[in-house]
Protein backbone atom coordinates (compact mmCIF):
# COMPACT_ATOMS: atom_id res chain seq x y z
CA UNK A 1 0.00 0.00 0.00
CA UNK A 2 1.60 3.15 -1.24
CA UNK A 3 1.37 5.82 1.20
CA UNK A 4 2.55 9.54 0.63
CA UNK A 5 5.76 11.31 2.57
CA UNK A 6 5.54 14.15 4.02
CA UNK A 7 7.11 16.53 1.67
CA UNK A 8 4.46 14.78 -0.93
CA UNK A 9 2.04 16.18 0.92
CA UNK A 10 3.36 19.56 1.41
CA UNK A 11 3.31 20.01 -2.19
CA UNK A 12 -0.35 18.51 -3.15
CA UNK A 13 -0.82 21.20 -0.33
CA UNK A 14 0.81 23.61 -2.01
CA UNK A 15 -0.29 22.72 -5.56
CA UNK A 16 -4.07 23.18 -3.92
CA UNK A 17 -3.39 26.19 -2.25
CA UNK A 18 -2.51 27.92 -6.27
CA UNK A 19 -5.22 26.15 -8.03
CA UNK A 20 -7.07 28.34 -5.69
CA UNK A 21 -5.07 31.89 -5.62
CA UNK A 22 -6.56 33.35 -8.64
CA UNK A 23 -6.70 36.84 -9.52
CA UNK A 24 -10.37 37.45 -7.79
CA UNK A 25 -8.80 36.43 -4.93
CA UNK A 26 -6.49 39.17 -4.85
CA UNK A 27 -8.50 41.69 -5.85
CA UNK A 28 -11.58 41.22 -3.49
CA UNK A 29 -10.18 41.18 0.27
CA UNK A 30 -8.28 44.62 -0.05
CA UNK A 31 -11.17 46.42 -1.12
CA UNK A 32 -13.35 44.48 1.46
CA UNK A 33 -10.87 45.90 3.62
CA UNK A 34 -11.09 49.18 2.53
CA UNK A 35 -14.64 49.17 2.63
CA UNK A 36 -14.91 47.74 6.03
CA UNK A 37 -12.66 50.12 7.74
CA UNK A 38 -12.72 49.62 11.60
CA UNK A 39 -15.40 46.76 11.24
CA UNK A 40 -12.22 44.84 9.00
CA UNK A 41 -12.27 41.95 11.78
CA UNK A 42 -15.98 41.14 11.36
CA UNK A 43 -15.74 41.31 7.70
CA UNK A 44 -13.26 39.20 7.07
CA UNK A 45 -14.71 36.40 9.23
CA UNK A 46 -17.84 36.72 6.74
CA UNK A 47 -14.95 36.59 4.01
CA UNK A 48 -13.19 33.90 4.90
CA UNK A 49 -16.36 31.67 5.56
CA UNK A 50 -17.26 32.06 1.99
CA UNK A 51 -14.34 32.45 0.67
CA UNK A 52 -12.36 29.64 2.31
CA UNK A 53 -15.03 27.51 4.56
CA UNK A 54 -17.30 26.56 2.22
CA UNK A 55 -14.42 25.49 -0.11
CA UNK A 56 -12.55 23.60 1.98
CA UNK A 57 -16.14 21.77 2.61
CA UNK A 58 -16.77 21.06 -1.02
CA UNK A 59 -13.00 18.91 -1.41
CA UNK A 60 -14.39 17.51 2.01
CA UNK A 61 -17.26 16.70 0.25
CA UNK A 62 -15.97 15.09 -2.87
CA UNK A 63 -13.05 13.13 -0.90
CA UNK A 64 -16.17 11.76 0.31
CA UNK A 65 -17.34 10.30 -2.75
CA UNK A 66 -14.30 9.61 -4.81
CA UNK A 67 -13.54 12.98 -6.03
CA UNK A 68 -16.05 13.43 -8.86
CA UNK A 69 -18.39 15.68 -9.63
CA UNK A 70 -20.53 12.50 -10.99
CA UNK A 71 -20.96 10.79 -8.17
CA UNK A 72 -21.80 13.97 -5.54
CA UNK A 73 -24.41 14.34 -8.19
CA UNK A 74 -25.53 10.85 -8.12
CA UNK A 75 -28.77 11.83 -6.63
CA UNK A 76 -30.37 13.90 -8.61
CA UNK A 77 -30.25 11.38 -11.28
CA UNK A 78 -27.35 10.83 -13.86
CA UNK A 79 -29.33 13.46 -16.62
CA UNK A 80 -30.01 16.37 -13.77
CA UNK A 81 -26.35 15.63 -12.48
CA UNK A 82 -24.56 15.70 -15.88
CA UNK A 83 -26.50 18.94 -17.02
CA UNK A 84 -25.51 20.42 -13.78
CA UNK A 85 -21.78 18.98 -13.82
CA UNK A 86 -21.51 20.27 -17.46
CA UNK A 87 -23.30 23.99 -16.86
CA UNK A 88 -20.26 24.04 -13.96
CA UNK A 89 -17.94 22.89 -16.27
CA UNK A 90 -18.28 24.97 -18.83
CA UNK A 91 -19.23 28.07 -16.59
CA UNK A 92 -15.75 27.58 -14.55
CA UNK A 93 -13.84 26.31 -17.72
CA UNK A 94 -13.88 27.80 -21.19
CA UNK A 95 -16.26 30.16 -21.79
CA UNK A 96 -15.62 32.73 -18.66
CA UNK A 97 -13.16 31.61 -15.73
CA UNK A 98 -10.26 30.33 -17.60
CA UNK A 99 -10.31 32.92 -20.25
CA UNK A 100 -10.92 35.60 -17.49
CA UNK A 101 -7.76 34.54 -15.71
CA UNK A 102 -5.92 35.50 -19.15
CA UNK A 103 -7.40 38.89 -19.56
CA UNK A 104 -6.95 39.46 -15.86
CA UNK A 105 -3.67 38.99 -15.72
CA UNK A 106 -3.12 40.94 -18.83
CA UNK A 107 -4.73 44.04 -17.52
CA UNK A 108 -3.10 43.86 -13.97
CA UNK A 109 0.36 42.69 -14.75
CA UNK A 110 1.17 43.51 -18.24
CA UNK A 111 -0.95 46.26 -19.93
CA UNK A 112 0.10 49.01 -17.21
CA UNK A 113 3.66 48.56 -19.12
CA UNK A 114 2.79 47.65 -22.85
CA UNK A 115 -0.62 49.61 -23.22
CA UNK A 116 -4.12 48.13 -23.20
CA UNK A 117 -4.22 47.17 -27.09
CA UNK A 118 -5.55 44.84 -28.96
CA UNK A 119 -2.07 43.42 -30.62
CA UNK A 120 -0.18 43.06 -27.06
CA UNK A 121 -3.54 41.69 -25.20
CA UNK A 122 -3.39 38.52 -28.47
CA UNK A 123 0.25 38.15 -28.04
CA UNK A 124 0.11 37.58 -24.64
CA UNK A 125 -2.87 35.23 -24.41
CA UNK A 126 -0.88 33.22 -27.05
CA UNK A 127 1.62 32.61 -25.08
CA UNK A 128 0.10 32.57 -21.85
CA UNK A 129 -2.56 29.45 -23.27
CA UNK A 130 0.81 28.05 -24.99
CA UNK A 131 2.32 27.67 -21.74
CA UNK A 132 -1.22 26.62 -19.56
CA UNK A 133 -1.63 23.80 -22.55
CA UNK A 134 2.01 22.66 -22.07
CA UNK A 135 1.49 22.47 -18.32
CA UNK A 136 -1.69 20.59 -18.69
CA UNK A 137 -1.18 17.90 -21.06
CA UNK A 138 0.36 15.45 -18.84
CA UNK A 139 -1.76 15.77 -15.55
CA UNK A 140 -0.01 12.88 -13.50
CA UNK A 141 3.25 15.96 -13.15
CA UNK A 142 0.77 18.43 -11.80
CA UNK A 143 2.17 18.41 -8.28
CA UNK A 144 5.86 18.47 -9.56
CA UNK A 145 5.53 21.39 -12.02
CA UNK A 146 2.63 23.59 -9.82
CA UNK A 147 3.14 22.22 -6.35
CA UNK A 148 7.07 22.28 -6.26
CA UNK A 149 8.04 24.61 -8.38
CA UNK A 150 5.70 27.47 -9.48
CA UNK A 151 4.09 27.70 -6.03
CA UNK A 152 7.43 28.71 -4.07
CA UNK A 153 7.55 31.37 -6.08
CA UNK A 154 3.98 32.48 -5.74
CA UNK A 155 4.31 32.49 -2.19
CA UNK A 156 7.59 34.13 -2.10
CA UNK A 157 5.68 37.29 -3.89
CA UNK A 158 2.71 37.27 -1.32
CA UNK A 159 5.05 37.19 1.56
CA UNK A 160 6.67 40.28 0.15
CA UNK A 161 3.35 42.21 -0.20
CA UNK A 162 2.09 40.54 2.60
CA UNK A 163 4.41 41.10 5.18
CA UNK A 164 5.02 44.87 3.76
CA UNK A 165 1.00 45.76 4.34
CA UNK A 166 1.32 44.40 7.84
CA UNK A 167 4.78 45.46 8.79
CA UNK A 168 5.01 48.79 6.64
CA UNK A 169 0.99 49.81 6.10
CA UNK A 170 0.03 52.98 3.94
CA UNK A 171 -1.43 54.73 7.17
CA UNK A 172 -4.28 54.29 10.02
CA UNK A 173 -7.40 52.11 9.64
CA UNK A 174 -9.72 54.30 7.68
CA UNK A 175 -13.71 54.94 8.09
CA UNK A 176 -16.30 52.46 7.53
CA UNK A 177 -18.09 52.91 4.19
CA UNK A 178 -21.86 53.11 4.34
CA UNK A 179 -22.69 49.56 3.24
CA UNK A 180 -20.61 48.26 6.16
CA UNK A 181 -21.63 50.24 8.95
CA UNK A 182 -25.25 48.03 9.78
CA UNK A 183 -24.01 44.82 8.94
CA UNK A 184 -19.80 44.05 8.11
CA UNK A 185 -20.73 40.12 8.38
CA UNK A 186 -22.82 40.16 6.05
CA UNK A 187 -21.01 42.43 3.19
CA UNK A 188 -17.84 40.33 3.83
CA UNK A 189 -19.55 37.19 3.53
CA UNK A 190 -20.98 38.00 -0.13
CA UNK A 191 -17.49 39.15 -0.93
CA UNK A 192 -16.10 35.77 -0.25
CA UNK A 193 -19.26 34.54 -2.11
CA UNK A 194 -18.10 36.33 -5.05
CA UNK A 195 -14.71 34.75 -5.69
CA UNK A 196 -16.72 31.94 -6.97
CA UNK A 197 -14.00 29.16 -5.08
CA UNK A 198 -16.85 26.63 -4.13
CA UNK A 199 -17.61 26.31 -8.08
CA UNK A 200 -13.76 26.32 -8.55
CA UNK A 201 -13.38 23.53 -5.55
CA UNK A 202 -16.33 21.09 -7.56
CA UNK A 203 -13.57 21.17 -10.40
CA UNK A 204 -10.92 20.84 -9.05
CA UNK A 205 -11.70 18.04 -6.98
CA UNK A 206 -10.72 15.64 -9.47
CA UNK A 207 -7.68 17.30 -9.93
CA UNK A 208 -6.53 16.35 -6.22
CA UNK A 209 -7.78 13.44 -6.30
CA UNK A 210 -6.09 12.32 -9.67
CA UNK A 211 -2.94 13.96 -8.57
CA UNK A 212 -3.14 11.31 -5.16
CA UNK A 213 -3.80 8.39 -7.46
CA UNK A 214 -0.92 9.85 -9.88
CA UNK A 215 1.35 8.99 -7.33
CA UNK A 216 0.54 5.32 -7.12
CA UNK A 217 -1.94 5.82 -3.70
CA UNK A 218 -4.73 3.67 -4.68
CA UNK A 219 -6.90 2.82 -1.57
CA UNK A 220 -10.36 5.00 -1.08
CA UNK A 221 -9.49 5.69 2.39
CA UNK A 222 -6.25 7.23 1.89
CA UNK A 223 -6.83 9.45 -0.94
CA UNK A 224 -9.98 11.04 1.07
CA UNK A 225 -7.52 11.45 4.03
CA UNK A 226 -5.06 13.45 1.53
CA UNK A 227 -7.36 15.40 0.41
CA UNK A 228 -8.75 16.52 3.28
CA UNK A 229 -5.19 17.52 4.32
CA UNK A 230 -3.73 19.27 1.10
CA UNK A 231 -7.20 20.80 1.64
CA UNK A 232 -6.50 21.82 5.21
CA UNK A 233 -3.33 23.42 3.89
CA UNK A 234 -4.51 25.19 1.04
CA UNK A 235 -7.24 26.87 3.34
CA UNK A 236 -4.50 27.59 5.79
CA UNK A 237 -2.37 29.92 3.29
CA UNK A 238 -5.54 31.50 1.77
CA UNK A 239 -6.58 32.56 5.17
CA UNK A 240 -3.01 34.20 5.81
CA UNK A 241 -3.16 35.89 2.42
CA UNK A 242 -7.08 37.38 2.85
CA UNK A 243 -6.23 38.27 6.30
CA UNK A 244 -3.14 40.50 5.06
CA UNK A 245 -4.77 41.80 1.78
CA UNK A 246 -7.70 43.21 4.36
CA UNK A 247 -5.58 44.92 6.30
CA UNK A 248 -3.92 46.33 3.49
CA UNK A 249 -6.43 47.72 2.41
CA UNK A 250 -8.29 48.97 5.37
CA UNK A 251 -5.31 51.16 5.99
CA UNK A 252 -4.86 52.38 2.48
CA UNK A 253 -7.41 54.85 2.23
CA UNK A 254 -5.05 57.82 2.33
CA UNK A 255 -3.23 56.47 -0.62
CA UNK A 256 -6.47 54.97 -2.46
CA UNK A 257 -9.11 56.42 -1.20
CA UNK A 258 -10.57 57.21 -4.59
CA UNK A 259 -10.31 53.73 -5.78
CA UNK A 260 -12.89 51.90 -7.29
CA UNK A 261 -12.33 48.05 -6.97
CA UNK A 262 -9.09 46.07 -5.60
CA UNK A 263 -6.75 46.60 -8.57
CA UNK A 264 -6.33 50.24 -7.93
CA UNK A 265 -6.14 49.56 -4.13
CA UNK A 266 -2.98 47.50 -4.76
CA UNK A 267 -1.32 49.05 -7.67
CA UNK A 268 -1.54 52.40 -5.14
CA UNK A 269 -0.40 50.64 -2.40
CA UNK A 270 3.14 48.55 -4.52
CA UNK A 271 4.03 51.91 -6.39
CA UNK A 272 3.92 53.77 -2.87
CA UNK A 273 5.89 51.13 -0.71
CA UNK A 274 8.13 49.72 -3.42
CA UNK A 275 7.41 52.24 -6.75
CA UNK A 276 8.29 50.26 -9.66
CA UNK A 277 9.92 47.17 -8.28
CA UNK A 278 6.33 46.77 -6.47
CA UNK A 279 4.29 47.13 -10.13
CA UNK A 280 6.62 44.34 -11.37
CA UNK A 281 6.30 42.47 -8.37
CA UNK A 282 2.44 42.96 -8.79
CA UNK A 283 3.18 41.79 -12.22
CA UNK A 284 4.39 38.27 -11.31
CA UNK A 285 1.98 37.45 -8.54
CA UNK A 286 -1.08 38.17 -10.76
CA UNK A 287 0.39 36.51 -13.11
CA UNK A 288 1.40 33.11 -11.51
CA UNK A 289 -1.69 33.22 -9.78
CA UNK A 290 -3.54 33.24 -12.83
CA UNK A 291 -1.90 30.55 -14.57
CA UNK A 292 -1.84 28.42 -11.90
CA UNK A 293 -5.62 28.72 -11.97
CA UNK A 294 -5.79 28.07 -15.50
CA UNK A 295 -4.06 24.86 -15.46
CA UNK A 296 -6.08 23.92 -12.64
CA UNK A 297 -9.58 24.60 -14.68
CA UNK A 298 -7.77 23.11 -18.11
CA UNK A 299 -6.93 20.24 -16.51
CA UNK A 300 -10.29 19.59 -14.78
CA UNK A 301 -12.35 20.21 -17.86
CA UNK A 302 -10.49 17.93 -20.09
CA UNK A 303 -10.56 15.03 -17.58
CA UNK A 304 -14.29 15.72 -17.44
CA UNK A 305 -15.04 16.14 -21.09
CA UNK A 306 -12.65 13.29 -22.44
CA UNK A 307 -14.55 10.58 -20.25
CA UNK A 308 -18.02 12.30 -21.61
CA UNK A 309 -17.02 12.53 -25.21
CA UNK A 310 -15.43 9.80 -27.40
CA UNK A 311 -12.51 11.87 -27.32
CA UNK A 312 -8.80 11.59 -25.78
CA UNK A 313 -7.60 13.82 -22.77
CA UNK A 314 -4.89 15.45 -24.95
CA UNK A 315 -7.46 16.03 -27.98
CA UNK A 316 -10.04 18.17 -25.16
CA UNK A 317 -6.97 19.99 -23.86
CA UNK A 318 -5.80 21.35 -27.04
CA UNK A 319 -9.24 22.53 -28.20
CA UNK A 320 -10.51 23.85 -24.83
CA UNK A 321 -6.87 26.04 -24.79
CA UNK A 322 -7.14 27.33 -28.22
CA UNK A 323 -11.08 28.46 -27.02
CA UNK A 324 -9.88 29.96 -24.19
CA UNK A 325 -7.85 32.10 -26.09
CA UNK A 326 -10.49 33.13 -28.50
CA UNK A 327 -13.01 33.93 -26.01
CA UNK A 328 -10.16 36.03 -23.82
CA UNK A 329 -9.95 38.26 -26.81
CA UNK A 330 -13.35 39.60 -26.37
CA UNK A 331 -12.16 41.43 -24.19
CA UNK A 332 -12.22 41.83 -20.32
CA UNK A 333 -15.65 43.68 -19.76
CA UNK A 334 -17.22 41.54 -22.40
CA UNK A 335 -16.29 38.24 -20.05
CA UNK A 336 -17.47 39.91 -16.64
CA UNK A 337 -21.06 40.98 -18.10
CA UNK A 338 -22.12 37.57 -19.68
CA UNK A 339 -20.33 35.13 -16.60
CA UNK A 340 -21.50 37.31 -13.73
CA UNK A 341 -25.09 36.62 -13.98
CA UNK A 342 -24.77 32.47 -15.15
CA UNK A 343 -21.83 32.17 -11.97
CA UNK A 344 -24.63 33.77 -9.66
CA UNK A 345 -27.40 31.67 -10.77
CA UNK A 346 -25.07 28.52 -10.04
CA UNK A 347 -23.60 29.46 -6.92
CA UNK A 348 -26.40 28.67 -4.59
CA UNK A 349 -27.03 24.92 -6.28
CA UNK A 350 -23.21 24.46 -5.61
CA UNK A 351 -23.75 25.54 -1.75
CA UNK A 352 -26.48 23.33 -1.02
CA UNK A 353 -25.11 20.67 -2.93
CA UNK A 354 -22.04 20.70 -0.98
CA UNK A 355 -24.53 20.83 2.31
CA UNK A 356 -26.72 17.66 1.29
CA UNK A 357 -23.52 15.85 0.16
CA UNK A 358 -21.84 16.19 3.67
CA UNK A 359 -25.56 15.37 5.35
CA UNK A 360 -26.39 12.10 3.57
CA UNK A 361 -25.96 9.83 6.17
CA UNK A 362 -29.04 11.47 7.87
CA UNK A 363 -31.65 10.50 4.80
CA UNK A 364 -33.45 7.58 4.60
CA UNK A 365 -32.79 7.95 0.82
CA UNK A 366 -31.08 11.11 -0.78
CA UNK A 367 -33.14 11.17 -3.93
CA UNK A 368 -35.99 11.66 -1.45
CA UNK A 369 -33.92 14.49 -0.01
CA UNK A 370 -32.06 16.09 -3.04
CA UNK A 371 -34.36 16.37 -5.88
CA UNK A 372 -37.12 18.51 -4.34
CA UNK A 373 -34.25 21.03 -2.51
CA UNK A 374 -32.25 21.61 -5.40
CA UNK A 375 -35.32 21.97 -7.47
CA UNK A 376 -36.58 25.09 -5.42
CA UNK A 377 -33.01 25.87 -5.35
CA UNK A 378 -32.84 26.49 -9.25
CA UNK A 379 -35.77 28.33 -9.30
CA UNK A 380 -33.87 30.79 -7.29
CA UNK A 381 -30.98 30.94 -9.20
CA UNK A 382 -32.84 31.31 -12.32
CA UNK A 383 -34.04 34.36 -10.24
CA UNK A 384 -30.53 35.84 -9.07
CA UNK A 385 -28.96 35.07 -12.65
CA UNK A 386 -31.91 37.38 -13.95
CA UNK A 387 -31.46 40.06 -11.50
CA UNK A 388 -27.58 39.81 -12.07
CA UNK A 389 -28.23 40.38 -15.80
CA UNK A 390 -30.42 43.25 -15.30
CA UNK A 391 -33.39 41.94 -16.38
CA UNK A 392 -34.98 42.77 -12.59
CA UNK A 393 -38.39 43.57 -14.66
CA UNK A 394 -38.81 39.48 -15.62
CA UNK A 395 -39.02 38.58 -11.70
CA UNK A 396 -41.95 38.52 -10.22
CA UNK A 397 -42.16 41.18 -7.10
CA UNK A 398 -42.39 38.18 -4.61
CA UNK A 399 -38.86 37.04 -5.03
CA UNK A 400 -37.75 40.27 -4.17
CA UNK A 401 -39.79 40.75 -0.82
CA UNK A 402 -38.37 37.63 0.55
CA UNK A 403 -36.04 38.34 3.96
CA UNK A 404 -32.41 38.53 3.04
CA UNK A 405 -33.03 39.03 -0.64
CA UNK A 406 -31.34 42.70 -1.08
CA UNK A 407 -28.54 40.76 0.13
CA UNK A 408 -28.44 37.97 -2.72
CA UNK A 409 -29.66 35.16 -0.27
CA UNK A 410 -32.91 34.99 -0.81
CA UNK A 411 -32.87 31.70 -1.71
CA UNK A 412 -31.51 30.90 1.85
CA UNK A 413 -35.10 30.60 4.09
CA UNK A 414 -37.17 28.87 0.86
CA UNK A 415 -34.56 26.01 0.40
CA UNK A 416 -34.33 25.68 4.20
CA UNK A 417 -38.04 24.90 4.48
CA UNK A 418 -37.89 23.04 1.64
CA UNK A 419 -35.41 20.67 3.33
CA UNK A 420 -37.26 20.56 6.68
CA UNK A 421 -40.23 19.14 4.40
CA UNK A 422 -38.48 16.48 2.41
CA UNK A 423 -36.38 15.64 5.68
CA UNK A 424 -40.26 14.62 7.80
CA UNK A 425 -41.06 12.80 4.09
CA UNK A 426 -38.12 10.88 3.88
CA UNK A 427 -38.74 9.84 7.42
CA UNK A 428 -42.56 9.03 6.95
CA UNK A 429 -42.23 7.35 4.08
CA UNK A 430 -39.11 5.57 5.71
CA UNK A 431 -36.35 3.02 3.47
CA UNK A 432 -37.06 1.85 0.45
CA UNK A 433 -36.56 -2.52 -0.09
CA UNK A 434 -33.28 -1.61 -2.10
CA UNK A 435 -32.27 0.23 0.73
CA UNK A 436 -33.34 -1.93 3.44
CA UNK A 437 -32.13 -4.82 1.04
Same mark, same amino acid.
Given at each position: MTRLKGSDLLALGFMTFALFLGAGNIIFPPSAGMAAGEHMGTAAL????????????????????????????????KTAGLLLAVAVYLAIGPLFATPRTAVV???MGIAPFTGNTGLSLGLYTLAYFAAVILLSLNPGRLVDRIGKFITPVLLAALLVLG????LSPAGEVGAVAVDYQQAPFVQGFLQGYLTMDTLGALVFGIVIATAI??????????????????????????? @??? @?ALF??????????????????????????????????????VITLACLTTA???????????????PVSYRVVVVALGVFSLLVAN????????VSVPVLVGLYPLAIVLVALSLCDRLWLS?????????????????????????????????FSKLPLAEQSLGWLLPVLLTLVVACVADRLVGRTPAAVA
Open positions: GFLLTGVGLPLLTIVALARVGGGMALLTAPLGSFEGAALRDRGVTEQALITRYSVIAGVIAATGLS @LVY @LYLGATSQGIAGEAQNGVQILSAYVQHTFGTTGSLLLAVVGLLTACGEFFSGLLQGLTQLISPRRVFVPVMAVTLVFGVVDGFAAAGFSNLVPTL
